[in-house]
């Protein structure tokens, strides 16, 4: 089966730096991706990593360590607004036709 | 534009009544899919449509029947529901099958 590891929960501070890891066991791989969750509202797009390294767009950064199966997202300069659910998929390859394998979300909380 | 739309935004329906949700995309996206989830939950994958073709479906009880009528069209028929039936059922689209998908802004579902 494919498994995908990522916390539960996790708290930081206005202002601060988080990183939110995710790890992953799946039959193949075709990618990565991060999404931001408010509660009560869709999934929106926040990141995709195929190649091994770190891709930044703006505050928010996500890495990828193939060898190891291994993601995070960083997270700079937290706002408020960034409180969140955090969910890392994964697409295992072209054999299960775009399905995605989802984490069970990091719900993370910034306080001020 | 990354927009997919969804319609009705809130449904409350009993377990006699028959009706759809609605999902629309003008990306010219060839691959769509709905989506459900609980609280608290990762998107849990119904159904998956390529090039207008029903590709994937997730073991998803009769009582859900999905429609494409065409390329920029997702219909969800809803016949027969239970309570437990209740979640935010989300849509979702990409350029193709393994490519990044976007989602909708939800449909929450109340089986009464």
């Known amino acids: 089966g494919q498994n995908i590891d990522q916390p539960t929960e996790m708290t930081a501070t206005e202002g601060a730096i988080v990183q939110i890891n995710c790890t992953y066991q799946?039959?193949?791989?075709?990618?990565l991706f991060w999404y931001q969750q408010h509660a009560g509202e869709a999934p929106t797009f926040l990141s995709y990593?195929?190649?091994?390294g770190l891709e930044e767009k703006g505050r928010f950064s996500s890495f990828l360590s193939r060898s190891k199966g291994y993601s995070y997202l960083l997270l700079k300069e937290l706002q408020m607004k960034d409180s969140a659910s955090y969910l890392c998929?994964?697409?295992?390859?072209?054999?299960?036709?775009?399905?995605?394998?989802f984490g069970r979300g990091t719900q993370l909380t910034v306080w001020p | 534009d990354t927009e997919v739309t969804q319609t009705p935004k809130h449904l409350v329906m009993g377990m006699t009544n028959k009706k759809s949700l609605k999902c629309e995309q003008h990306?010219?996206?060839?691959?769509m899919y709905w989506y459900k989830q609980k609280a608290k939950k990762p998107p849990e994958l119904m159904f998956v449509?390529?090039?207008?073709?029903?590709?994937i479906n997730e073991s998803v009880p009769s009582r859900f029947s999905p429609e494409c009528p065409n390329s920029s069209l997702l219909n969800l028929h809803l016949h027969a529901l239970q309570p437990e039936d209740s979640a935010l059922y989300l849509c979702?689209?990409?350029?193709?099958?393994?490519?990044?998908?976007?989602f909708g802004p939800g449909t929450r579902l109340l089986v009464l």
């Open positions: 979702a689209s990409s350029q193709g099958p393994e490519e990044t998908q976007y």
């Open positions: 799946t039959s193949g791989f075709n990618g």
């Open positions: 990593n195929v190649l091994d």
């Open positions: 998929a994964v697409d295992p390859g072209s054999s299960t036709l775009g399905r995605l394998y």
């Open positions: 990306m010219g996206h060839r691959a």
């Open positions: 449509y390529s090039y207008e073709k029903l590709s």
